[in-house]
Nanobody, 127 residues
């Protein structure tokens, strides 16, 4: 059974930092591209960041570029998201997702392409 479990969310002041982690089990981690998405109240789920199977290729939404950093540890089967310089508009539930991807350096930003999802972790940024 595939499981993705996020942790690290919380309440932080604007300008602060958080580090989200996603522990996975039940899948061959190295053949999956990984991503983080977020969903704010009343909004659609949106792409935040992705990383290829190799870890050598990453992509970010324009709204978080330069502030967030995605990384993966294939030995520990985890994917992380470092959130810096947080803004109130970053407040959302953050989800990790896994996409079975045969392209070693590829990733997708479309949520519909992702095969497995975690339950989410809440990030709240106060002004």
């Amino acid at each position: 059974q595939v499981q993705l479990v996020e942790s690290g969310g919380g309440l932080v002041q604007a300008g602060g930092s958080l580090r989200l982690s996603c522990a996975t089990s039940g899948l061959t981690f190295s053949v999956y591209a990984l991503a983080w998405f977020r969903q704010a109240p009343g909004m659609e789920r949106e792409f935040v960041a992705a990383i290829s199977r190799s870890g050598g290729n990453t992509g970010y939404a324009d709204s978080v570029k330069g502030r967030f950093a995605i990384s993966r540890d294939n030995a520990k089967k985890t994917v992380s998201l470092q959130l810096n310089s947080l803004k109130p508009e970053d407040t959302a539930v953050y989800y990790c997702a896994a996409d079975l991807n045969y392209g070693r350096h590829a990733y997708t930003v479309a949520s519909s392409d992702y095969d497995y999802w975690g339950q989410g972790t809440q990030v709240t940024v106060s002004s």
